[in-house]
């Protein structure tokens, strides 16, 4: 099959328009006319440079980041890395605001051993990172915070298999959440990949108080991020990879409240750190690092910036309300798929909640007749040979999923739809 022949549903790397990537085929060879291509630009040049910049003021713009509080960072590492990298920062800065508030509570003339025992004593009692567990995503994060800190600092705020026959596919009423006092960070996955569940809206009892104090809320939106409008003032962090949205796998987003990137406030001192029996993040990890360097910190993959830079140009292009235009072709495109799945109940069974089911992951059995496997395979066999592909859904878990992100045609959705619909039928 050639390209045109095929919408592919795949769940991460995703489909990218197909004209960036002719426009950036050539400037793989040739950048710009300079006879160089974009992949062998020095990352510190001058054009390297204006990349990075465009990149981080479109997106700021098409997603209304405020740029006088927050700070757009291009890492390495993936979600995954943001996993540790946000335990650690936030450790950091919890630290350093406990130390602060320690040092000002015993005068300037506290000996450094009481210091020390006062802040050690702050740590054991009240270091506590808060995790809300909907999907496989938030799980790994969940885990990674574990496995760094140790148990003692992990507080689980809710798990969704608990009340889901041990499954995900909900979102825990928030009435029941056990969030704790003054947590270093409140982290949830805004989109489950793999579970198809995502966030209605931003959680309320996470919402900052009037006067903008309130949790420290990071969130993963690796999965749905540029497909809604999102609160970005509500967070102190949110990160995402590339690879579905934004552009090809390789170059990692967190965005981040400049407040946090203040080290005389933000970083304590690694030989404290120590004493604490707590990690610091190696260097490629620490924001303050990463952000002074404008992420140039080490050598950064100045293509993989110039795809988001090309996919987001298109996106400001496309709508010229941003992100509210491209959310409402979200919508319609999900609506489409869940509306094809509900008229027949009795061929299909969609696996998360109503209230939470995920406008960029649909994912979903096949029960028509026979076995399920059988059924599925059946499904797939005949999607494919209509050049529906990428449907299989994730190994962990099974079933069909469609992933819908932006690069998806309405029409891609539409042909879904149709398929759907005549697959139950026939
Ligand atoms: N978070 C979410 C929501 C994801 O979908 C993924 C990957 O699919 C990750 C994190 C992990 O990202 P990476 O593979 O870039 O480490």
Redesign the pocket.
């Known amino acids: 099959p050639t390209r045109a022949d095929i919408t592919y549903f795949g ?2 790397p995703a489909l990218l328009p197909t004209e960036v990537l002719e426009t950036a085929a050539k400037a793989l060879v040739d950048y710009n006319g300079t006879g160089l291509g974009i992949a062998e630009h020095s990352h510190r040049s001058e054009l390297a440079a204006t990349i990075i910049n465009e990149a981080k003021a479109d997106l700021a713009s098409y997603l209304d980041i405020p740029a006088a509080d927050y700070e757009v960072l291009f890492m390495q ?7 540790s990298a946000s335990v650690y920062n936030m450790v950091g800065a919890w630290v350093a605001r406990q130390h602060a508030a320690i040092l000002k509570d015993l005068g300037p003339d506290a000996a450094e051993d009481q210091v020390l025992a006062a802040l050690r004593a702050k740590v054991e009692s009240s270091l506590k990172l808060d995790y809300i567990v909907t999907g496989g ?1 938030s799980l ?2 969940y885990q990674e915070a574990t496995r760094l800190l140790g148990p003692e600092y992990v507080n689980l705020v809710a798990d969704a298999r608990a009340d889901n026959g041990g499954k995900f596919g909900t979102i825990p009423d928030q009435s029941t959440w056990r969030l704790s006092k003054d947590a270093a960070m409140v982290y949830y ?6 579970d198809g569940v995502e966030f209605p809206e931003f959680p309320k009892v996470l919402a900052p108080n009037a006067d903008g104090t309130g949790p420290i809320v990071v969130a ?4 749905n991020i540029l497909s809604r409008r999102v609160p970005v003032a509500n967070y102190s962090l949110l990160f ?2 590339a ?2 949205n934004l552009g090809c ?1 390789g170059v ?1 987003v967190a965005a981040i409240r400049k407040s946090f990137l203040q080290p005389a406030i933000t970083q304590p001192s690694p030989a404290l750190m120590r004493k604490l029996g707590l990690p610091i993040p190696p260097i490629v990890f620490q924001y303050e690092i990463i952000a002074k360097n404008n992420s140039l910190y080490n050598t950064l993959s100045i293509f993989d910036v110039y795809i988001a830079g090309q996919v987001l140009k298109k996106l400001l292009k496309t709508y010229p309300n941003k992100v509210d235009g491209q959310q409402a072709v979200s919508e319609k495109k999900a609506n489409l798929i869940y509306s094809a799945l509900e008229s027949h109940p009795d061929a299909y069974k969609i696996v998360p909640h109503k209230s939470v089911r995920s406008r960029m992951n649909i994912c979903f059995r096949v029960t028509k007749n026979g076995t399920v496997d059988e059924s599925e395979k059946a499904f797939l066999k005949e999607a494919t040979a209509l050049g529906l592909t990428g449907l299989k859904g994730h190994r962990s878990v099974g079933g069909i999923r469609a992933s819908n992100y932006n690069s998806i045609p309405l029409e891609g959705a539409e042909k879904l739809a149709k398929f759907i619909d005549s697959f139950a039928k026939a």
């Open positions: 769940a991460g590492g993936g979600g995954t890395g943001e996993f995503w790994k994060a996955c805004d989109n489950e990949t793999v993963d939106m690796s999965s995402f990879g690879q579905k796998t990692t």
